[in-house]
């Protein structure tokens, strides 16, 4: 069977092998950290610095196609193993997702809502922003947040400077806080013959800027729900995009605002598995190995819970739960703010 190499070996991996593996695929993962949560399911596993071209092109000729479950990979690296191999989803959407301004750029180029924004390096720029775009406002790091890390709020003009203080340096883009009722994404995916499925949208709540539940249905109206599905399908073709596609968006009574996509398999697409025939990891390995994809159709209510930190100690107890499907990611040790796994509550469809 053919191989597929996956860029990085979280969770996110470990479930795209597992998908692939029933597929009758192999996969070979590449991840610069030790012991990462692919190994203990993937075929082949390279430990390995992005620095280190010799291993990218060692584990490039292994493999038949590249996909990633990691958006920051160097582009040097990426050059590398673009030159022998095809990576699905294409440069052009990890570009744009690693970069905040890019990636609002290309959103509104495409007619699409977001927070209105502004690049900020300086102070100066901060206090020129904040007098265009007002506050609240949230001040973001262009390159490399995730949950929630490398964000300032800022309540009023006088936050600017310890706000500002706060990035490092770091290149910022100030964001005009939306006033959401709540949020939902859309968990989309292309195939390599440019058809598209997208799933039920999903709604999400954040607990300390982390992904806390998933729940299904969202509180959508029919037309929102429709917005929903039809501007993350934009975003796809728009890109020519193969593979799966998370899109967060703000519900407001105005209608749905962009928050940020994400060029991979997403937290809030974990209740697929217990959700849907065809599950969003599934759906990926489909869309990059060229095979034709699953509706996206959703059988069952579900509610998706993140185990994080020290969640996992009501492991016990979730297991004696009816209809949970638990999920664990294999990482022996519980910090705080980790993800150690997800359960699933399923309610089915009446
Ligand atoms: P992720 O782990 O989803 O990649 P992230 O670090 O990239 O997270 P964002 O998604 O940009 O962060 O923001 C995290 C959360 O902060 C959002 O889900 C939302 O709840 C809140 N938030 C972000 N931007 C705004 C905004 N402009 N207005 C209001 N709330 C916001
Ligand atoms: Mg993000
Ligand atoms: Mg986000």
Same mark, same amino acid.
């Given at each position: ?175 005009? $806080?939306?006033? $959401? ?68 968006? $703000? ?29 969003? $990891? ?69």
């Amino acid at each position: 069977g053919a191989t597929i190499g996956i860029l990085g070996g979280g969770q996110l991996g470990r479930m795209l092998s597992v998908a692939a593996a029933r597929l009758g695929y192999k996969t070979h993962i590449f991840e610069p950290a030790a012991n990462p949560p692919a190994a203990d399911v993937a075929h082949a596993v390279t430990v390995a610095s992005y620095d280190d071209m010799a291993a990218l092109r060692a584990f490039a000729d292994s493999v038949d196609v590249i996909t990633y479950e990691f958006e920051n990979v160097p582009t040097a690296a990426l050059d590398a193993l673009e030159a022998l191999r095809p990576i699905r989803p294409n440069r052009r959407a990890l570009a744009i997702s690693q970069d905040r301004i890019l990636e609002k750029d290309f959103l509104t180029g495409l007619g699409l809502r977001c927070a209105p924004y502004a690049a900020v390096q300086t102070l100066a720029d901060l206090e020129a922003a904040i007098a265009t775009i007002g506050a609240p406002a949230i001040l973001k790091t262009t390159r490399l947040g995730y949950d929630g890390k490398g964000q300032a709020r800022i309540k009023t003009a006088e936050d600017a400077a310890a706000a500002h203080a706060s990035m490092n340096g770091a290149a910022s883009v100030l964001e005009g $806080f939306i006033d $959401f009722s709540h949020e939902v994404s859309v968990i989309a995916a292309r195939g390599l013959d440019g058809s598209v499925a997208c799933y039920d949208p999903g709604e999400n709540v954040h607990k300390d800027g982390i992904l806390h539940t998933t729940t299904l249905p969202a509180k959508l109206s029919p037309s929102m729900r429709s917005d929903a599905i039809l501007l993350a399908a934009r975003i796809l073709n728009a890109l020519d995009y193969v593979g799966v596609m998370g899109v967060e968006l $703000f519900v407001t009574p105005q209608g749905l605002i962009v928050n940020e996509i994400a060029p991979r398999v997403h937290n809030s697409g974990h209740w697929t598995q217990n959700g849907c025939a065809v599950d969003q $990891f599934e759906q990926h390995i489909r869309a990059v190995a060229g095979l034709p994809l699953g509706d996206g159709g959703r059988h069952s209510d579900v509610v998706m819970e993140n185990l994080i930190g020290d969640d996992i100690d009501r492991l016990p107890a979730l297991l004696r739960e009816n209809d949970c499907a638990v999920h664990l990611y294999g990482k022996a040790e519980a910090r705080p703010g980790r993800k150690m796994g997800h359960v699933n509550r399923v309610i089915p469809k009446g």
